[in-house]
């Protein structure tokens, strides 16, 4: 199909062309992820879930700090929180985000380092 890129994912129920309400969506996930601290949140969430306190001293932000972004990623519902006890545990939502969060790092660390591209 023209104007499709091909892609290769493990579900290929999700390949479709965009229309405006999806790129509209996504737009909004990266604008969330443009900022350092919530990268490093949801970066730190792919490895599991985590409370305020460990996601804090893991990013070396103030926990405050981490609260509110926190609190933006979860409005946007991109983490999800449950209570443990008197903890909040927070995680990430679904496995698109945490392969998003992933390539991200990646694609980065081959411009950081100059390792060469590969798919």
Known sequence: MPGRPELSTANDAHQ?????R????AASVFALLADPTRLHLLW????????????AEACGAARPAVSQHLA?????ELVQSRKDGR???????????RR???EAISHANHQVTGEPWHD
């Open 87 to 97: 903890r909040v545990v927070y995680a990430l939502t679904d496995g698109h985000l």
């Open 100 to 102: 998003l969060v992933v």
């Open 22 to 25: 999806e790129l509209t969506a």
């Open 44 to 55: 730190l969430l792919t490895a599991g879930e985590s409370d305020v306190t460990a996601l």
């Open 72 to 76: 933006k990623l979860r409005l946007a």
């Open 16 to 20: 479709h062309t965009p229309g405006p």
